[in-house]
């Protein structure tokens, strides 16, 4: 069985699973689920039979099926560990999970698309607020990132030096999301590079949202 991903374009979990995959060079088949206000595919009972979450990724490789990215990507970590994507001693190994959880569990749940959602519709948030909201989360986040990546990086160009890892798996989805919203950036000028250093890389520049085949 080919392995699939059941993914959306915009969607920043999925993306850093595509990252991952890419780098660990895993052929597997995109399968699009739309999460645009309207179509809302992710809701429909053909996906959710698939996953009862409703939420993207969902991976399933014929002897694995499973949601939640930060499982899938420690699943892949385990299958495939000829390319780690964590480091093979501590305490560096442990500040790139902690990393990770920075983003995936303090930042990205705060500013999910459901959450911006429930935050207008239930609460009357206005646009203006809701991109507020939207900042102070990301500034919460990175300036804590920043320091972990300036501290343990030393003369390397990603997160944690000269080796790609899960770090910059998860930061370069967040950054492509905090640019669409444009949060400033200015006080995060490693965070900015490591994401430029990243986008370099034909694994990221293939994991993109624009070059995936349901963007629109």
């Excluded at 902690?98 to 239930?122: M, Q, S, T």
């Excluded at 102070?136 to 990603?158: L, M």
């Excluded at 080796?163 to 400033?184: C, E, G, H």
Aim: with cysteine; glycine share 4%.
């Amino acid at each position: 069985m080919a392995v699939k991903l059941y993914t959306y374009w915009r969607s920043s979990a999925a993306y850093r699973v595509r990252i991952a995959l890419n780098l660990k060079g895993v052929d597997y088949e995109p399968v699009p689920v739309s999460l645009k206000p309207g179509d809302d595919e992710q809701r429909k009972d053909e996906y959710r039979a698939i996953n009862p979450q409703m939420l993207v990724p969902f991976f399933d490789d014929g002897n694995v099926a499973i949601g939640q990215s930060m499982a899938i990507l420690e699943y892949l970590e385990e299958k495939y560990p000829e390319t780690p994507l964590l480091p093979l001693s501590e305490p560096l190994r442990s500040k790139v999970r902690a990393f990770c959880n920075a983003i995936a569990c303090d930042i990205h749940p705060l500013n999910n698309l459901r959450v911006l959602k429930y935050l207008g519709g239930e609460f009357d948030v206005s646009d203006k607020q809701k991109d507020n909201w939207y900042a102070h989360w990301i500034a919460a986040g990175f300036q804590a990132c920043e320091q972990f990546s300036v501290r343990y990086a030393h003369d390397g160009p990603y997160a944690f030096g000269k080796q790609v890892t899960l770090a910059d798996a998860l930061l370069v989805p967040q950054m492509y999301n905090a640019r669409r919203f444009n949060v400033p950036l200015e006080e995060y000028p490693r965070l900015v590079a490591v994401t430029d250093a990243c986008n370099e890389l034909q694994a990221f520049i293939d994991a993109a949202p624009e070059n995936q085949p349901d963007y629109a």
